[in-house]
């Protein structure tokens, strides 16, 4: 049986959650740490967790109480010809690439058609985009509501900026219910810390 | 040689991952709460969510309608006859129309995702999140559905709301052949069938849950009256204040 087989079973990751111990590490409050295996840093207001495995090889996901109630996902200099997150099957299951072509003001459509073949989304929508600086470039910002497979509606909040040809993002999913609201301004103080070396 | 020492490091995990689902914790309180029994508080019981499918070979969830009716009549039936013993006054949820409706399954959906996170990155001990560590080490358990609950139909006539979630998948004959073929040839293991069972209380003021009882690999063949009764009692047997006793003490 081929290894991406195994991985599409969803068999391999049942084995590594049950062997990768004390993996994820804590991201404290006030100190400055790169993130995504990228020249960008961020300093948190407070503490949080970051998850062990990465969706993509240049990608991190942090949390304060789980994937499922709080997802912080970085996107550390994406360079053209590549998906946002590691494909699970490049033949099976090809996900969108981000390319030369690709402008900053349709990043929102990347990650949308990302999420909906990723996630197998039937309902994705962007409610808002608008320019804003990130990473002190000119970049977006946008807003958009997903409704996933666990039939739970998540509100989102990303901003954006493409830089020397590769692009840098950060996203913010959580339910609409209670846990967008709660954790909102933390994500924004985290987004507005960011600095690329 | 070499194959069989990868069989026995095989069998060994998975005896491993088995021992580290029973040795994990199930059940959880806030901090400071409690609730004894006949204390004149009021709990709002919510139709319980009921799903049930086939796990195909591929590990997929595929639904089937005869056996969520049935399990849905069966885990009603139950219920009836153990809310009786909770220990305080029950009060039945209105029927839910239109918007409402929506509201309470979307809370539903909501209450079944904390339950996973806490079952994932607070109980799962090789797998806690840093924070959700501390946490246990002060010997805080702090989750919340937010003051939003206040809403819920029937929720300004109690106090607290139960709040119990259901998620059966039979393995099917495909997956069942191959968790043997996956444990002797390539050594994985590969869990067949799925049975998720979460029961909390929510303080309908502030939406915070106050007690969890949430297991991945819960007890009791819904699909039959004595397994839904099973399944149940296991839910509910530790709910602060209940006189139901444990299955064993039976």
């Known amino acids: 049986m081929r290894k991406s087989s195994l991985f599409a079973l969803g068999l391999i990751p049942a084995l590594l959650l049950a062997v990768t111990a004390d993996a994820h590490k804590l991201r404290t409050s006030g100190v400055s ?6 020249g960008v840093r961020v300093t948190p207001t407070r503490d949080w967790n970051r998850l062990d495995v990465k969706p993509g090889k240049k990608a991190e996901t942090w949390t304060l109480d789980g994937t499922q109630l709080n997802d912080v996902t970085f996107y550390g200099g994406i360079e053209p010809g590549n998906p946002l997150v590691k494909e699970r099957s490049k033949k099976r299951e090809p996900l969108p690439k981000f390319t030369a072509a690709t402008l900053v003001v349709e990043v929102p459509e990347l990650l949308e058609s990302t999420y909906r073949a990723y996630k197998g989304l039937a309902a994705f929508t962007v409610e808002s985009t608008a320019p804003a600086k990130f990473l002190g470039q000119d970049g977006v910002r946008f807003t958009y509501f997903f409704t996933d497979d666990d039939q739970l509606t998540r509100k989102g909040e990303a901003r954006a900026a493409i830089i020397k040809g590769s692009l840098y993002m950060v996203t913010f999913d959580a339910p609409r219910l209670h ?4 954790s909102i301004a933390d994500f924004r103080a985290l987004a507005d810390s960011a600095k690329l070396n | 040689m070499k194959l069989f020492c990868r069989r ?6 998975l005896c ?4 580290i689902a029973h040795a994990q914790e199930k059940t959880a309180v806030r901090q400071g709460f409690e609730l004894k029994r006949n204390s004149q508080k009021k709990i709002l019981v919510f139709r319980p969510a009921v799903s049930v499918g086939a796990q195909s070979t591929g590990g ?5 309608a005869d056996w969520t009716e049935k399990s849905k009549a069966n885990i009603r039936i139950a219920l009836e006859k153990f809310q009786r013993q909770l220990g305080n006054e029950i009060v039945i949820a209105p029927e839910a129309y239109g918007e409402d409706a929506r509201k309470v399954e979307e809370y539903m959906a909501l209450f079944s995702a ?6 994932e990155y607070q109980f799962f ?6 924070t959700k560590k501390m946490d246990n080490k002060a010997g805080i358990f702090d989750w919340s559905l937010g003051a939003g609950v206040a809403d819920l139909p029937g929720a300004k006539d109690a106090n607290y709301a139960l709040f119990i979630y259901n998620r059966d998948a039979y393995g099917s004959t495909g997956r069942k052949v191959l968790q043997v073929l996956a444990l002797l040839g390539p050594g994985i293991a590969v869990q067949s069938g799925e049975h998720r069972g979460y029961a909390g209380l929510i303080d309908l003021k502030t939406g915070d849950l106050l007690w969890l009882n949430a297991d991945s690999q819960i007890g009791g063949d819904v699909r039959e009256p004595d397994g839904s009764e099973k399944r149940v009692r296991q839910l509910l047997e530790d709910f602060p204040g209940s006189a139901i006793e444990k299955e064993a003490a039976k």
């Open chain 1, 33 to 38: 740490v790169a993130v995504a295996d990228s």
């Open chain 1, 179 to 182: 846990y967008f609201d709660h």
């Open chain 2, 8 to 13: 026995v490091i095989a069998a060994l995990l």
């Open chain 2, 16 to 19: 491993a991952v088995s021992g």
């Open chain 2, 60 to 64: 997929m969830f595929e639904p089937n």
């Open chain 2, 114 to 119: 904390i339950s996973q996170a806490v079952i």
């Open chain 2, 125 to 130: 001990i090789g797998n806690r999140l840093p």
